[in-house]
């Protein structure tokens, strides 16, 4: 079946801009995270929900940031008023259960942010 | 709270010789690991996981790492290289009840594979 996918792949913005990445997980899976890798890093958590809820917004930098999951499908990253610092990839992944710390998470191919 | 320590940023071999990529970590609670790989434009691949079972644990090709508790460790290996296995690996931790949701990664070990 289909893996997880995001939207755009990659993205310029001009500095102050907001944008919004798109990730649709594998149907049926529970649990979606959003992380950011910045150049030659390893990727950091941002959040997570759990259907719909969000119950992790912990590693999310700034209030500029914010992500959504209304149907507990699709997910939605929002920034506002980019910053040349928000340059990155960001990642989604998913997973089957809402409870399993062994659960594996399969991660969408991200979105490059380049921010101008 | 948990951290990752992959112990070397590049690792280059030579094709059909082994590999083998370091990673210690630290948690205060009992830590699922898992290694994945990451090829140049394509997604985080897992290649193997530890929780909690059997020690040694054997991943897709042909990887295996061994959790040890006592050095807090979980290396990455493979008896022979092959050119494709050149790409981006990421030891990555996620502990039971240590807070934060999401997975803890370590900084990646570029893995270059000579001819």
């Known amino acids: 079946g289909a893996g997880v996918s995001q939207s755009p792949r990659y993205k310029v913005a001009k500095r102050g801009q907001d944008v919004a990445l798109r990730c649709d997980p594998i149907?049926?899976?529970?649990?979606l995270f959003w992380y950011q890798q910045a150049l030659g890093q390893g990727p950091e958590f941002l959040t997570y929900?759990?259907?719909?809820?969000?119950?992790?917004k912990s590693g999310l930098p700034s209030d500029r940031f914010f992500a959504e999951r209304p149907e507990g499908s699709v997910s939605t990253l929002k920034i506002q008023r980019t910053q040349q610092e928000d340059s990155a990839v960001y990642l989604c992944?998913?997973?089957?259960?809402?409870?399993?710390?062994?659960?594996?998470?399969?991660f969408g191919p991200g979105t490059r942010l380049t921010v101008l | 709270a948990q951290s990752v320590t992959q112990l070397d940023s590049h690792v280059s071999v030579s094709e059909g010789t082994p590999v083998l990529l370091r990673c210690n970590y630290s948690?205060?609670?009992?830590?699922?690991l898992f290694w994945y790989v990451q090829h140049p434009n394509k997604g985080l691949q897992l290649l193997l996981k530890y929780t909690s079972a059997a020690t040694l644990v054997k991943g897709i090709n042909g990887f295996e790492a061994e959790f040890k508790k006592s050095e807090t460790s979980f290396h990455l290996t493979k008896p022979s290289a092959h050119m494709s296995d050149a790409a981006e690996y990421f030891c990555?931790?996620?502990?039971f009840g240590g807070g934060a949701d999401g997975l803890t990664f370590g900084k990646g070990t570029h893995l270059i594979i000579q001819p």
């Open positions: 149907s049926g899976h529970v649990s």
């Open positions: 948690s205060s609670y009992s830590p699922s």
């Open positions: 990555v931790a996620r502990a």
């Open positions: 992944a998913s997973s089957l259960s809402g409870q399993g710390y062994t659960d594996t998470q399969y």
């Open positions: 929900f759990q259907n719909e809820a969000q119950l992790d």
